[in-house]
């Protein structure tokens, strides 16, 4: 299911088709910068992908990048729930994934809900976590908890939706005035960035400032 790295080598000229994915994607430019700041090796994970229209994107984007970027996917997928074609949600999204798999993006999925998920990662080993699952102020608020936790110094948790009143009150309620709401086209999503780690001081050792500091 995920070939090797050294298999990549079509990716440059992948076009985007996520516009031909049932879905709602209005953050390109969230991922986008995801990609351009990212490390060389790194750990994405989307919780909210539906059938994959904003997945298709990201994973262009990473596969355009040449970087070694993994991509984990999170999502419930109700066995119960249909794409219009009669498919489950689930097949639905893995058959728009293959153009990315057969160009060799390392894709995982996790078919469950989101904190759940999120225990199946080391702590500090994630660099971007998008949340488009569950809006409510609960299931936003238990999200950033489990994710929080997981990602590295400097890292960005972020997330679509900023005008749905629970996304808003779980982000201020998490993280005070600590994060930034980004537009475009009309839409809006917000935007945390980790704090760097602190600094250590001791005697004779001067301490070393993270390579993130002052990013947001
Ligand atoms: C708004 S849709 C995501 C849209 C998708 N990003 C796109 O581009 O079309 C929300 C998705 O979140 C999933 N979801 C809802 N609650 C969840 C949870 N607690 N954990 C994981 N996924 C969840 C739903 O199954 C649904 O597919």
Same mark, same amino acid.
């Given at each position: 299911m995920e070939p090797a790295h050294s298999e990549r080598s079509s990716g440059l000229e992948l076009e985007h088709y996520f516009e031909r994915i049932e879905g709602w994607f209005k953050f390109a430019p969230a991922y986008r910068q995801a990609v351009e700041e990212s490390p060389n090796r790194a750990t994405f994970v989307e919780v909210g992908c539906y059938q994959g229209r904003s997945t298709a994107f990201l994973g262009v984007e990473i596969l355009r990048s040449g970087k070694q970027i993994s991509l984990h996917c999170v999502d419930?997928? +109700? +066995?119960?729930a249909f794409a219009p074609d009669g498919r489950t949600l689930r097949a639905a999204f893995e058959a728009n994934m293959r153009p990315l798999q057969e160009r060799g993006l390392s894709l995982s999925l996790h078919a469950q809900g989101s904190p759940a998920a999120a225990e199946a990662f080391e702590e500090r080993s994630v660099d971007f976590v998008w949340l488009d699952g569950d809006h409510t102020f609960e299931a936003v608020g238990m999200d950033i908890a489990a994710w929080l936790p997981k990602l590295r110094f400097g890292a960005v948790l972020g997330g679509d939706d900023w005008r749905f009143p629970g996304v808003a009150r779980a982000v201020r309620h998490a993280f005070k005035a600590d994060f930034s709401i980004r537009y475009h086209d009309h839409w809006a999503w917000w935007w945390h960035r980790v704090k760097a780690a602190p600094t250590t001081h001791r005697p004779g050792r001067p301490g070393r400032a993270s390579p993130h500091a002052g990013r947001r």
């Open positions: 419930i997928w +109700p +066995p119960d």
